[in-house]
């Protein structure tokens, strides 16, 4: 079945510094690939999507690229900002699945210091 | 923008006991779903519904019920709560752009 691997648990970064987080999948045909994140107390909502290959989605000064080759939805930012600081979701939806399912990878925390 | 509201937003139950969640959104999205948010596990689907009147089961559906009684209303329902069913629980609309709720922190005592 589809699967989503990230970044295991906390990344913790001095703010300025770039931010990456991993994030690679499994998925029998051919997926659409979404970062969502959750602040502090908060619902998670939609940060990126990408729906074609090669394409660069970018939001609040993140972007990630779809790279079908490697199976893999990386989220990067030049220069983290304390307000990055939250959960990130990466999460998955087949392309012949119900429109809207989505399956979620286990989140990673950033959390960005002074 | 888009408004999902969940009630209650906190809640403390007895094992055993009936719990009903209830989600409303304003939106007139046709999806709504149930997660769970557990550490270490994310965002879980339980049940889904593409309409008044449907529901599906999603990944982790033992130990609920969903229903979807209009296009705006969808509440999930725990007949017998048990201790491992403590989490904060979500509620979302929409397509590939969801739209969540403010959470529900249940704890089943």
């Known amino acids: 079945g589809d699967s989503v691997t990230q970044t295991e648990g906390l990344v913790t970064l001095t703010e300025g510094l770039p931010v990456m987080l991993n994030c690679t999948y499994q998925?029998?045909?051919?997926?659409?690939l979404f970062w969502y994140v959750q602040h502090l107390n908060e619902a998670p909502k939609l940060l990126l999507k990408?729906?074609?290959?090669?394409k660069r989605p970018e939001h609040q000064g993140f972007h990630a690229t779809l790279h079908k080759s490697s199976s893999s939805f990386h989220l990067q930012k030049s220069s983290a900002q304390l307000s990055d600081s939250a959960l990130y979701y990466c999460a998955l939806s087949e392309a012949t699945q119900v429109v809207g399912q989505l399956t979620f990878g286990r989140g990673t925390r950033l959390q960005v210091y002074a | 923008e888009a408004a999902v509201t969940q009630s209650p937003r906190n809640k403390v139950a007895v094992t055993g006991g009936k719990v009903t969640l209830s989600c409303n959104q304003t939106?007139?999205?046709?999806?709504m779903y149930w997660y769970r948010q557990d550490t270490g596990h994310g965002l879980r689907l339980i049940h889904y519904s593409y309409g008044a009147g449907s529901t599906e089961k999603g990944d982790i559906p033992d130990g609920y019920k969903a229903s979807r009684p209009s296009q705006e209303n969808f509440s999930l329902i725990l007949e017998l709560a048990t201790p491992s069913q403590t989490s904060v629980y979500f509620c979302?609309?929409?397509?590939?752009?969801?739209?969540f709720g403010p959470g529900t922190r249940l704890t089943v005592l």
């Open positions: 998925s029998t045909y051919s997926p659409f």
């Open positions: 990408s729906f074609t290959d090669n």
């Open positions: 939106n007139n999205h046709n999806n």
């Open positions: 979302a609309s929409g397509d590939y752009e969801q739209y």
